[in-house]
């Protein structure tokens, strides 16, 4: 507390940091994943571990100039795609009911998804400002995906 002002909710003044919040609401892909390749994810999350997941999908797509593996530009037969995201809401189908919502980020240069994101909330950069709930939820479902990843 300083000049009578509490360091209350989102003031950042709390153990760990943006760091282990990144780290704890990151699930990194092992290999960027095609869109397929996710929805089969989320499929496993529901079946393996009772997640349900509720998405959105945004597409890119360009018309215009494509290049080969040598470089070389040729004219585009049909709408090429660019980039392609993912954002919803995974929850849980059994008491106690959690929930969370997730964006995916998406490789450089590519249509590939290379990670999902929980949300936070903007000013809370510590780990320490979320509930417990909703920190064990996030850490679950990392669990579930390194489990789905070391089946690959």
């Known amino acids: 507390m300083a000049d009578g002002v509490s360091d209350g ?9 943006i760091d282990e919040l990144l780290e704890a609401t990151t699930v990194d892909f ?7 390749e996710l929805e089969k994810f989320f499929v496993y999350l529901c079946q393996q571990h009772g997640i349900e997941t509720a998405y959105t999908v ?12 040598q470089g070389n530009q040729q004219k585009a037969e049909k709408p090429l795609l660019g980039t392609v995201s993912a954002a919803g809401m995974m929850h849980t189908r059994e008491p106690p009911f959690k929930t969370c919502g997730f964006r995916t980020e998406h490789a450089r240069n590519t249509s590939r998804i290379k990670a999902v994101h929980f949300e936070t909330i903007p000013g809370y950069d510590a780990l320490s400002e979320y509930r417990p709930e909703e920190v064990q939820f996030w850490a679950y479902i990392k669990r579930a995906a ?4 070391s089946k690959l």
């Open 9 to 17: 909710p989102g003031s950042g003044a709390h153990v760990g940091g």
């Open 146 to 149: 390194q489990e789905y990843f």
């Open 58 to 69: 945004e597409k890119h797509k360009r018309t215009g100039t494509k290049y080969d593996d």
């Open 30 to 36: 092992p290999k960027p994943f095609r869109l397929h």
